[in-house]
């Protein structure tokens, strides 16, 4: 899970900051990224820490699709390390699957910007694609969640990156299913999407180790 989301977040991170600036609440979440970012490595301290500040966001702006989706996510990251502890990670990972689903219930009547509706889909797809599906049983709803993105009528408006993001998503969701053709075709949209960003570069590694 660590080398998806990380790639997936990065491009948040960069891609979305510039838009994200005006307002109070876009703010609060430009500076959660960077931290919810750091814990998607499985560090317990970051973890915790996400978990704090996005439980912090999702208070300060509750029934916000996308606050609740960085909770469910900060929440879903336990899940990582699923072999330790694993009543707990189950109990705590459980928890934050829900407030994921919470949060996509929320997005057919939020009038807040088509990014927001976009990001809060793709860190849901991006958890549920990589939590261990022999146990979360999410992979196919993730991989849903990845078809609407790539249909979504705003897609051609976002920048790049996150087009980009979107496409690695696809690849990352055809992998799982072993489906190496669509895995193929989504990495090179990738890397034409967004060549020199984080997940076109990483696009192109995967598409050269394919070919070696």
């Not at 307002?23 to 820490?49: C, H, N, Q, W």
């Not at 699957?97 to 009038?111: E, M, S």
């Not at 979360?136 to 009528?153: A, I, Y």
Request: charged fraction near 25%; aromatic fraction near 8%; avoid cysteine.
């Amino acid at each position: 899970m660590k080398l998806n989301v990380q790639i997936v977040l990065f491009a948040l991170l960069f891609q979305l900051t510039p838009v994200y600036a005006a307002t109070p609440f876009e703010r609060d979440v430009e500076t959660m990224r960077s931290i919810y970012l750091k814990a998607t490595d499985g560090d317990k301290r970051a973890v915790r820490k996400a978990i704090r500040t996005t439980t912090k966001l999702e208070h300060k702006y509750r029934g916000h699709p996308l606050a609740l989706a960085y909770k469910g996510g900060a929440l879903a990251l336990r899940g990582i390390n699923i072999g330790k502890r694993p009543l707990d990670r189950m109990r705590e990972t459980e928890e934050g699957l829900n407030l994921l689903d919470k949060a996509l219930r929320k997005l057919p009547r939020h009038t807040g910007p088509a990014t927001e509706i976009i990001e809060t889909m793709l860190v849901s797809a991006y958890v549920f694609i990589n939590l261990p599906d022999s146990i979360f049983h999410r992979l196919k709803e993730g991989d849903h969640l990845v078809q609407q993105l790539l249909k979504h009528p705003a897609f051609a408006e976002q920048p790049r990156g996150l087009q980009a993001a979107i496409y690695f998503a696809a690849a990352t969701s055809a992998e799982k299913f072993n489906d190496m053709q669509k895995f193929h075709h989504y990495l090179e949209l990738t890397t034409k999407t967004d060549p020199n960003g984080l997940n076109g570069k990483e696009a192109n590694t995967r598409l050269k180790e394919m070919d070696d």
